[in-house]
Structures are given as C-alpha cells and as structure tokens.
C-alpha cells in the first residue's frame, strides 16, 4: 500500500533534438494534482486504488474499506506500508483494532525497494504521465482513471 500524487505537467526523460534548432515542450501550471491511494497485490496483480482531495488516515479508512469489500471471504488481509503520517496515526490504529482482519505492516524506513507498490507507479508514470502533454487537468486525471480501470490488461508488463 502507497500513496501517489501525480502533478499535471509534462516530464519528459530524453529526447532526440536537431542541433542548432530550438525545440519546445508544451507545459502547464503543473499546480495541480491528484492524490491516489493504492493497494498492489503483486501474486495476483491485483490493484485497488481510491482518489482522494488529500491523503490522511480517514482517505486510508476509506481504502481499506474497498479492500474489505473485495475480500470479504478472508478471514485475514496482510497489508504492507510504508511508515507515512497516515498509517501510523492513532485513527488508523483505532479503525485496524475494530476491524483485526486487516493486518498492517510497517515496512522499514527508508526502503521504497521494498514496497511493490512503487513498481506500479513508475509504470504509471512511464505510461501515462512522463513525456505526455494533457492541456486540461480533466484529461490528465481521465488518463489516470482509465489507465487504472484497464489495468487487468497490462498485468504481464507490471
């Protein structure tokens, strides 16, 4: 489990460029974002992402419900994350002890290695928003949403 926040601008990675020729990237403000919340089951390749106005312990309550939804024939759900604010906020530690089927577990600090869920969004980024121009933050947030909504089909290249 992770959090992402793409920002709408382009970034691009490289580029062939004439010499002596001037070339130009469409941009824009890049001022705003999305905020994602995300689960990856990389056994299954399973993905389960939730859109929110900010990332915080209620947006994470609300994922781990859409989580408990799409298993709720288990009996135990073992979760991996990383230490941000949001997962270890007392809220959180108050939801995961009325609900024990969900077992959250703390990834080392600083080990972004670990979390399988990082491979997933530098897909998306590689995918979707690196070296992609979107004028409008509606098709930028579109591109995300049927990039998600599509994943099952990309499931060998994860």
Do not use: C
Not at 29 to 53: A, C, D, F, M, W
Not at 82 to 107: G, R
């Amino acid at each position: 489990m992770d959090a992402v926040h793409p920002q709408h601008n382009t970034h691009t990675l490289k580029a062939w460029l004439r010499k002596g020729k001037p070339s130009y990237i469409l941009t824009n403000s890049g001022r705003n974002r999305l905020n994602i919340n995300g689960l990856y089951n990389p056994k299954t390749q399973e993905v389960i992402v939730t859109y929110h106005e900010t990332i915080n312990a209620q947006a994470v309550i609300r994922t781990f419900e859409k989580l408990k939804i799409a298993h709720a024939d288990k009996e135990y759900i073992y979760v991996f994350a990383d230490n941000a604010k949001y997962y270890v906020s007392t809220v959180l530690k108050e939801y995961l002890a009325q609900n024990p089927q969900i077992k959250l577990i703390h990834l080392p600090p600083y080990s972004p290695n670990l979390n399988f869920i990082e491979r997933l969004w530098k897909y998306l980024r590689k995918e979707v928003i690196n070296s992609n121009y979107y004028e409008k933050f509606e098709q930028f947030s579109f591109a995300i949403e049927h990039f998600f909504d599509n994943i099952q089909h990309k499931a060998d290249e994860i």
